[in-house]
């Protein structure tokens, strides 16, 4: 099993530039979550989803959307980037609603300059 | 509010002296709980959960946790450190609607 893939590893954005950053799990995990991981703060929540169809907003969401139209997939958007969201990014999904425990993603590494 | 406090930033252990880590949660009622680990430049890694039943609960690489209710805490200890360890390690808790993680803890660790 893959597990979860983040796509990109890294990524260099200019300021004001849209991307999606791309999760995909394959353990038919219905909890999905999108996180920043920035020094000293620890992890922040982003958007998480408790399946497919259903997305609802973490502690930092401001900046960001979601969609989950299949199980699989959970992208994050940032719709105009900022030096504010350089940061690390990490999806995460879990089994029994969230019970199971997280699977983590390698993380996206992302600038905005 | 939920939340979940390692109050230790930043820990130094020699390699082979015995280690814990503090967690302490709020909520209402016993949330499930969690250790992970992070190396350098990667991904979280579960060590071990807790969602019921025995205390104590035995993890991946030597690492057991201790819950107790009465300090609302869930330590994580190792026996005997080795210098592969140093890393970031996050305790976190799932109250059945999200996750709350701390602000970690890391551990370096020397010769």
Known sequence: ??????????QVL????????????????????WYRQDPGMGLRLIHYSVGAGITDQGEVPNGYNVSRSTTEDFPLRL??????QTSV?????????GAGG???????????V | AQSVTQPDIHITVSEGASLELRCNYSYGATPYLFWYVQSPGQGLQLLLKYFSGDTLVQGIKGFEA????????FNLR???VHWSDAAEYFCAAFTGNQFYFGTGTSLTVIP
């Open chain 1, 14 to 33: 200019k300021t004001g530039q849209s991307m999606t950053l791309q999760c995909a799990q394959d353990m038919n995990h219905e909890y999905m979550s």
């Open chain 2, 66 to 73: 201790e819950f107790k209710r009465s300090q609302s805490s």
């Open chain 2, 78 to 80: 190792k026996p005997s």
């Open chain 1, 79 to 84: 719709l105009s980037a900022a030096p504010s």
């Open chain 1, 89 to 97: 990014y990490f999806c995460a999904s879990s089994s029994q609603g």
């Open chain 1, 1 to 10: 099993n893959a597990g979860v893939t983040q796509t990109p590893k890294f």
């Open chain 1, 102 to 112: 997280y699977t983590f993603g390698s993380g996206t590494r992302l600038t905005v």
